[in-house]
Nanobody, 125 residues
Framework: QVQLVESGGGLVQPGGSLRLSCAAS????????IGWFRQAPGKEREGISC????????YYPDSVKGRFTFSGDNAKNTVYLQMNSLKPEDTAVYYC??????????????????WGQGTQVTVSS
């Protein structure tokens, strides 16, 4: 059974940092493309960290570029999202998701068919 479980969300002050974790089970990270998404109230789900098609670098939208970093630990079958210099507009539910390898390079949420339950990140003073 494919399962993704996020953790690490919470309340943080502006300028602070959080590291989200996404533990995968039922498959190995080598078999799928993993991406991070977020959804704020009233907004569409947004891809914020997705591997590029050649697998050599990550895509980040301008809204998080330079502040968020994707990493992975194949031995633990876990990926991470390090979030620094957090802003109130980063407040959202954060999800990790998995897509078949042929969607490598896509940051479109519709291509991802396995999702975690989400973890709330709130940036507020």
């Amino acid at each position: 059974q494919v399962q993704l479980v996020e953790s690490g969300g919470g309340l943080v002050q502006p300028g602070g940092s959080l590291r989200l974790s996404c533990a995968a089970s039922g498959f190995t990270l080598d078999d799928y493309v993993i991406g991070w998404f977020r959804q704020a109230p009233g907004k569409e789900r947004e891809g914020i960290s997705c591997i590029r098609s050649r697998g050599s670098s990550m895509y980040y939208p301008d809204s998080v570029k330079g502040r968020f970093t994707f990493s992975g630990d194949n031995a633990k079958n876990t990926v991470y999202l390090q979030m620094n210099s957090l802003k109130p507009e980063d407040t959202a539910v954060y999800y990790c998701a998995a897509a078949p390898k042929y969607y490598s390079g896509s940051c479109y949420y519709g291509h991802y068919n396995y999702w975690g339950q989400g973890t709330q990140v709130t940036v507020s003073s």
